[in-house]
């Protein structure tokens, strides 16, 4: 492969990824929807609360789960503690009468072992899961099981929404790529399907819950993806609201995780292969995979472009490159300073936690045990 064509195709997988799927995602909406019917149904839901090492959050948590707009009767509310050595058994037993249950183990194995071994346990017909961390705004779980009056629905999705922003370090860029990701998603949805969901709120039938095996990483990716590949359609409820404090959200350590996440995610593509499901293949190839590609794509970028120097265009695409690059450099020395430099420390620093995150996922050294961030 020559210089020429390594940089010509790094910068199509860059552009691809971040600008070329959206511009065809619009495109695709625009001439063909698929809606979800939706009615005013109240199913027995169990709002089940994952939790390790929570107590800075629980109680929060309990009392904006206890003030939802979701009728009593029908609603049990879930902790499921995973080994907490803190005082989170505690507060949550403060709690745990009539429709508040806790369920606690004894040691700490991973979020997909305890949820598991708890789900069998739940009693409603729905299954929302939902982070100790997250806040619900109060009608979330209405507008989460009006999706499920249509019968091909199978799991839907809450919105993820970042929280006083301003607060954080790279709060604001973190809002601002959540915000992205919401749009791709919605129009994912109204085409057929998103490719997994958040962690902040999802649901499901419970009768669908496919018990994935306790060490993979992401369960809001493979809990959905093994639904769709039962028959069923994975929405995206844009109504239904879940905030995390933007603060929650901070660390490189955690941006690895996700990504090794992210790579072990492509061992259910065959899921999407057969049965055959063209829309959401596509959806997965242009969404997750794509950008997977993008940090080794911008790595090819620079490389190739050092042996072009010679010619113009390439000249001026190398004096870009170094533009960004000294933006990024600047928002890592400067916290403080412009946004216009920590949009690009931010980008940057996503996609460099892809290269510790493809080594731990290919050399099977995922850690599914949680870690309070």
């Given amino acids: 492969m020559t210089a020429e064509t390594l940089f010509w195709l790094s910068l199509a997988t860059c552009l691809y990824g971040y600008a070329g799927y959206p511009a065809l995602l619009w495109a695709m909406a625009a001439l063909w929807r698929r809606p979800v019917r939706k009615a005013p149904v109240e199913p027995g839901v169990s709002l089940v609360i994952p939790a390790y090492n929570e107590e800075n959050v629980i109680e929060a948590k309990l009392q904006n789960a206890l003030a939802l707009d979701y009728p009593p009767d029908k609603l049990e509310i879930v902790v499921v503690s995973d080994g907490s050595t803190d005082r989170t058994n505690a507060i949550a037993a403060r709690y745990a009468a009539g429709r508040l249950r806790l369920i606690a183990f004894a040691a700490n194995r991973g979020k997909l072992a305890a949820l598991n071994d708890a789900v069998p346990q739940l009693r409603g017909e729905i299954a929302v899961f939902s982070d100790a961390a997250s806040m619900l705004r109060p009608d979330a779980l209405r507008r989460l099981v009006e999706c499920f009056a249509d019968p091909t629905v199978g799991a839907v999705s809450g919105l993820y929404r970042v929280h006083n922003a301003e607060a954080a370090e790279l709060g604001a860029q973190e809002d601002f790529y959540w915000k992205y ?55 995206y409820e844009t109504g239904a609201v879940a905030s995390e404090e933007a603060h929650e959200m901070r660390g490189f350590s955690r941006r690895v995780r996700i990504m090794t996440g992210n790579f072990q995610q492509l061992r259910e593509l065959p899921a999407l292969l057969w049965p055959p499901r063209p829309l959401p293949l596509f959806f997965f190839l242009s969404h997750k995979a794509a950008r997977l590609l993008v940090p080794f794509a911008m790595i090819g970028l620079a490389v190739s472009n050092l042996f072009l120097l010679g010619q113009p265009v390439y000249f001026a695409a190398f004096l870009a490159q170094a533009a960004f690059y000294a933006a990024v450099l600047l928002g890592a020395l400067l916290p403080a300073g412009p946004r216009l430099f ?21 050399a099977g050294r995922e850690k599914p045990l949680w870690k309070r961030r």
């Fill in 342 to 362: 920590r949009l690009p420390y931010y980008f940057s620093m996503i996609n460099a936690a892809a290269f510790l995150g493809a080594y731990y996922a290919l």
């Fill in 181 to 235: 990701e919401t749009y791709l998603k919605r129009l994912e949805a109204e085409l057929h399907s998103i490719i997994g969901a958040h962690g902040a709120l999802y649901a499901i039938r419970k009768d669908l819950y496919p018990f994935p095996p306790p060490g993979i990483i992401n369960d809001d990716y493979v809990i959905p993806v093994r639904i769709l590949q039962k028959g069923y359609r994975i929405y």
